[in-house]
């Protein structure tokens, strides 16, 4: 089975940028598709960004395009969130999350579908 950690977060100012890292342990990592989800105080978790096993299909959050960008190492059991012109209302905590994925190209927005999830990074944009 797969376990996630994810690293990078931290303390920056509006307009700056962070590349968080999901690194995963196990044999099957490029089984699994993957995503970014970000939960503020006393907000939901909301979805980020979602990337096909395959890496070759993307989908984002209309409040991330053109900002951020997803990536995954399949040879490196990591994936990454390239995250530029960082906002205040980006500030949360970012948890990476997996799930087995028959299809090479589907991308999955949903978080009650993932089964594996980090403990999460802290992203705070100061204004």
């Known amino acids: 089975q797969v376990q996630l950690v994810e690293s990078g977060g931290g303390l920056v100012q509006a307009g700056d940028s962070l590349r968080l890292s999901c690194a995963a342990s196990?044999?099957?990592?490029?089984?699994?598709?993957m995503g970014w989800f970000r939960q503020a105080p006393g907000k939901e978790r909301e979805f980020v960004v979602a990337i096909s096993r395959s890496g070759l299909s993307t989908d984002y959050a209309d409040s991330v395009k053109g900002r951020f960008t997803i990536s995954r190492d399949n040879a490196k059991n990591t994936m990454y969130l390239q995250m530029n012109s960082l906002k205040p209302e980006d500030t949360a905590v970012y948890y990476c999350?997996?799930?087995?994925?028959?299809?090479?190209?589907?991308?999955?927005?949903?978080?009650?579908?993932?089964?594996?999830w980090g403990q999460g990074t802290q992203v705070t944009v100061s204004s």
């Open positions: 196990g044999r099957t990592f490029s089984t699994y598709a």
């Open positions: 999350a997996a799930r087995p994925s028959t299809l090479s190209h589907w991308t999955f927005e949903t978080y009650e579908t993932y089964d594996l």
